[in-house]
C-alpha cells in the first residue's frame, strides 16, 4: 500500500494557491469502521460427562473477509460453526451473525448464512441443474426465476457444461463446487465452509480455492474452517487458531509468522534417542523453545545458520547422531506447532469432531 508524504503534499499546496484562487478541495470523509459479520464471547459448549469442547471462545470477523478457523480433530472448529449455524445450542456466551443474535432469532441467522458442511448430501439421481432448482424452490424462489438462479450459480462455480448430468457422474470436486453453489442459492450474508476441500486430490482442491475467492469477491464474508496450512495461507486474510476449545493465537497468516521473530531448526533423530538429544539441545545458548515430534525436534532460535555448528557439538557429547538438520523461516505450519506443541496436518487425534 502506498503511503503518503505529509510533507510533500503541503509544499504541492503551497506552490498552487497563488496562481488559483479556487476553493480548497473538501477533506475526504474518515472511512467509516469495517463492521464485524461475526461477534463471539465466552463461547462455550459442554457435552455430557462434562466434556468442554469450546471453551470460552471470543472471535470478530469482518465483513467481507475469509476468516481461517484452524484446528486438528477435536479442537473445537466443527462445534464452534454447527453453534453460529444454529445447528448446536449453545451452553454459554453470546454470538451474533450477520448482526443478529444466534439464540434470540435462530431462523433469522439461517436466512442469512449459507452452510457447506464436510458431508456432502446430493440426490444420485438428480442433475445439478435439477438440484440448485430444487433448493431454489425451499427459498421461496419458482418459475424463470428459479431457472435463471441455478443458471447463474452454475456458471459461477464452473458447472454449466455439467448442469444435466446426474450428480453420480461428477467427480469429488464436482461435487463440492455443486454444494457451495446450493450454500448460495439466497444470497446469503455469511457463507460458512466446514473444511471444503477434505478428501479431494490437489488440482480440485485449487479449483475450490479459485470458486471460494471468487465468492467472497461478489462480497460475501466466508469463515472457513480446515485443516490445510496451505489452504489457509492461500485464503485467508486472517486465521484463529483453536486447540482443545481455546483460541492459541489469532492474525494475518504475515503477522503470525512474522511474530516468531526467529529461525527454526528441525533436528531428525531415532526416537530411542529423542529424550536424550532433547536435554542435549536445550543447553544451546538463545534457545528461545524445543518442541519434541515423534522423530525429530523443533527449535526456535534467533539465527538458525549460526547454531548449527553449536547444536552438532552438543549432540556429539551427548553420543546422539542427527539424521538430518535443517533451517528455515517460520510457516504456518510453525506457528500452529509452537502455539500448540503438535502439527497440524497429518494429525491423527480423534474427538468431538467425529462425535458431535
Known amino acids: ?18 496562481a488559483r484562487k479556487a476553493a480548497p478541495a473538501k477533506r475526504a470523509a474518515p472511512a467509516e469502521p469495517v463492521a464485524n459479520a461475526i461477534e463471539v464471547s465466552g463461547l462455550r459448549k459442554s457435552f ?3 466434556v468442554d469442547a469450546v471453551n470460552g471462545v471470543d472471535l470478530a470477523v469482518r465483513e467481507g473477509e475469509v476468516f481461517g478457523f484452524l484446528g486438528p480433530n477435536g479442537a473445537g472448529k466443527t462445534t464452534t460453526v454447527r453453534m453460529l449455524c444454529t445447528l448446536l445450542p449453545i451452553t454459554a456466551g453470546t454470538a451474533r451473525v450477520a448482526g443478529i443474535d444466534v439464540v434470540r432469532d435462530p431462523a433469522a441467522v439461517r436466512r442469512k448464512i449459507g452452510v457447506a458442511l464436510q458431508e456432502i448430501g446430493l440426490d444420485p439421481i ?3 441443474r435439477e438440484i440448485l432448482e430444487l433448493q431454489c424452490g425451499l427459498y421461496g424462489m419458482s418459475g424463470t426465476r428459479a431457472v435463471a438462479r441455478a443458471k447463474e450459480l452454475l ?3 464452473g458447472l454449466a457444461d455439467a448442469a444435466d448430468r446426474r450428480t453420480k457422474t461428477y467427480s469429488g470436486g464436482m461435487k463440492r463446487r455443486l454444494d457451495l453453489a446450493s450454500a448460495l442459492v439466497h444470497s446469503p450474508t455469511v ?8 478428501g479431494l486430490d490437489p488440482a480440485s482442491r485449487v479449483t ?3 470458486e471460494v475467492r471468487r465468492i467472497n469477491e461478489s462480497g460475501t464474508t466466508v469463515f472457513l474452517t480446515t485443516q490445510y ?3 489457509a495461507d492461500q485464503l485467508c486474510d486472517r486465521l484463529a487458531i483453536i486447540d482443545r476449545g481455546v483460541i492459541v493465537a489469532e492474525g494475518t497468516p504475515e503477522e503470525l509468522k512474522s511474530a516468531m521473530g526467529h529461525d527454526v531448526v528441525t533436528i531428525t533423530v531415532a526416537e530411542a534417542v529423542l529424550g536424550t538429544a532433547r536435554a542435549a539441545v536445550e543447553r544451546l545458548k538463545g534457545v528461545q523453545q524445543v518442541v519434541e515430534e515423534r522423530n525429530a525436534l523443533a527449535l526456535y532460535v534467533d539465527n538458525g545458520a549460526e547454531s548449527i555448528p553449536e547444536l ?4 556429539d557429547r551427548a553420543d546422539v547422531t542427527a539424521n538430518a538438520i535443517s533451517v528455515a523461516r517460520p510457516t504456518l505450519d510453525d506457528v500452529f506447532l509452537k502455539a500448540t506443541g503438535r502439527r497440524l496436518e497429518g494429525d491423527d487425534e480423534t474427538g468431538e469432531e467425529k462425535s458431535a
Not at 1 to 18: I, Y
Open 1 to 18: 500500500m502506498a503511503t503518503e508524504k505529509p510533507a510533500t503534499a503541503k509544499k504541492a499546496v503551497r506552490k498552487a494557491a497563488p
Open 48 to 50: 455430557k460427562g462434562g
Open 126 to 128: 438428480q442433475t445439478g
Open 155 to 157: 456458471d459461477l462455480v
Open 191 to 198: 457463507l460458512f465452509l466446514d473444511e471444503p476441500t477434505t
Open 208 to 210: 475450490v480455492w479459485d
Open 229 to 231: 496450512l496451505e489452504e
Open 312 to 315: 552438532v557439538r552438543l549432540l
